[in-house]
């Protein structure tokens, strides 16, 4: 008997990617796609018979009115509509660890600096949905502003079933495993060192061909990711647009009994039944649209000459507020990259911030933490809570004086979020046996070098290449 295409599907899943998806290049491009030549309308968006008797549906990132430079919006040309499914009824069992509401009701103020060690993978089986979970954010998805930052680990594939957020856009950081995502745009396979954007609304189901898998998530309300601007940098540097990948279109035409839509909504998962698959998109154009991007693309700036530069120089997406320069959540790596400053503390420095951070470190090591901050861990440093270098980082640089020269950072991938809301934390994230509750005690060895000597003063001004004045000293030839 001949195998048919829902045999496939049953016996290897949505996510049979092969090895050389392909993928189209840019930055919130108008793009078109079609898995069928001849699939989309010429000259219109809606005829009124669509090619292959397919159904044109839109699905709007912005309102209609917003300018066009911000508008966001796709067309999609489906086997059958998405409206095509039973009514959404609460999900059972509720899921108890996703908020997107943040009070006093569900999360504690804390600005305590936290940090969490790595989260073990489950043993019994446990899907992307069900590894979901919010670890602190601010704000709210019904009024539109605001943010969530959650963590996941999972172990399975989702099965017969597909997730939606209409909270917001969700920016997924892979730390362990590779995603193969299948969208209503197409297929995206994400690995651990990328990022994936999955905009508010669009489907999409989650693989894990490597098994085990753990990573972070942050979620925006009410806005989208946008590429910071450069300003005096010019026209080049830091995340180039046409690194950017979005999906090509991929469709299945199979029957799909009781197959379920996962929508989240206020935080609360919901779910609609429907006989067939979401992914019967022959073809789409438009500028909203899910992407990925290599961080190893990324054209870090540094300092060539004395002091150490703000972190936001190493800014890939922000999600921006109404006020200029201020992020509703802003995404920032520490990637691999030369440090050369003369007679400077090359580490971050000690910092009380109006913004809050989170970070989280993808592999290898983060130049600030000597120990204890691991690969698929976290920290969150909240509004105008002191921060920085550990002691050991302190003091081994101290040590090196100005003799360290040129020095290479290497195998490491961290990362930060930073938004300008003060966050609420969830009240199993403080409880959670990961959490590291002597990292204070990092900082507690730092001591004093404080001295009245101007003999030693003079010499510490030497040091740094200074005479007794503060003047920087001028070296003279022949």
């Known amino acids: 008997m001949e195998e048919t295409a829902a045999d496939v599907i049953k016996r290897d899943g949505l996510g049979k990617f092969p090895d050389n998806l392909e993928y189209q290049s840019g930055f919130t491009n108008d793009f078109s796609s079609e898995a069928i030549a001849g699939a989309l309308p010429r000259g219109q968006n809606s005829p009124l018979f669509c090619p292959f008797g397919l159904y044109a549906e839109q699905i709007s990132g912005t309102s209609f009115t917003s300018p066009r430079k911000l508008n966001q919006r796709s067309w999609l040309y489906r086997i059958k509509p998405s409206v095509t499914h039973e009514p959404f009824w609460p999900r059972e069992p509720s899921h108890k660890k996703l908020v997107s509401e943040f009070d006093r009701s569900n999360t504690v103020a804390n600005p305590t600096r936290l940090r969490w060690k790595p989260v073990d993978i489950p043993e019994l089986p446990i899907d992307f949905i069900d590894g979901l979970y919010t670890i602190c954010g601010a704000g709210s998805s019904f009024l539109r502003h605001g943010y969530a930052i959650h963590m996941y680990t999972a172990n399975k594939s989702m099965d017969n079933c597909a997730f939606c957020n209409a909270d917001g856009d969700f920016l997924v950081v892979p730390q362990q495993g590779r995603l193969w995502i299948t ?34 998530v942050a979620e925006v309300f009410g806005t989208h990711f946008q590429l910071p601007d450069l300003g005096p940098i010019g026209a080049n540097g830091l995340a180039a647009s046409r690194h950017f990948l979005a999906p090509t279109a991929w469709f299945e035409e199979v029957p799909r009994p009781g197959f379920t839509i996962v929508q989240k909504f206020g935080g609360e998962l919901f779910t609609a039944r429907q006989d067939f698959s979401p992914f019967n998109v022959v073809a789409w154009h438009g500028n909203y649209v899910p992407y990925k991007y290599d961080l190893s693309k990324f054209c870090p ?22 006020k200029p320069g201020v992020a509703l959540l802003d995404f920032v790596i520490f990637p691999p990259r030369w440090l050369v400053a003369e007679h400077t503390f090359r580490p971050p420095y000690y910092h009380r911030n109006c913004m809050s951070e989170f970070m989280g470190l993808i592999h290898g090591g983060y130049e600030a933490k000597a120990d204890g901050f691991l690969p698929g861990g976290a920290s969150l440093h909240s509004c105008m809570t002191p921060h920085g270098p550990d002691t050991k980082t302190y003091e081994a640089t101290i040590a090196h004086g100005n003799e360290a020269g040129p020095h290479r950072i290497t195998d490491t991938m961290a990362f930060m979020f930073e938004s300008c809301l003060m966050p609420r934390t969830c009240p199993w994230a403080l409880d959670s046996p990961f959490r590291d509750h002597d990292y204070y005690q990092c900082w507690i060895g730092l001591k004093s070098h404080f001295s009245h000597d101007k003999k030693e003063a003079k010499t510490n001004a030497l040091r740094n290449g200074l005479d007794e004045t503060g003047s920087e000293l001028q070296s003279h030839s022949g």
């Open 301 to 322: 700036y540094n300092t060539v000459l004395v002091d150490h530069g703000d972190p936001s120089i190493n800014t890939v997406l922000t999600a921006p507020t109404d």
């Open 183 to 216: 969208t209503e745009c197409g297929r995206l396979q994400v690995s651990p060192g990328e990022i994936v954007v999955l905009p508010q609304g669009f489907r999409f189901v989650v693989d894990l061909p490597d098994g085990p898998s753990r990573g972070y």
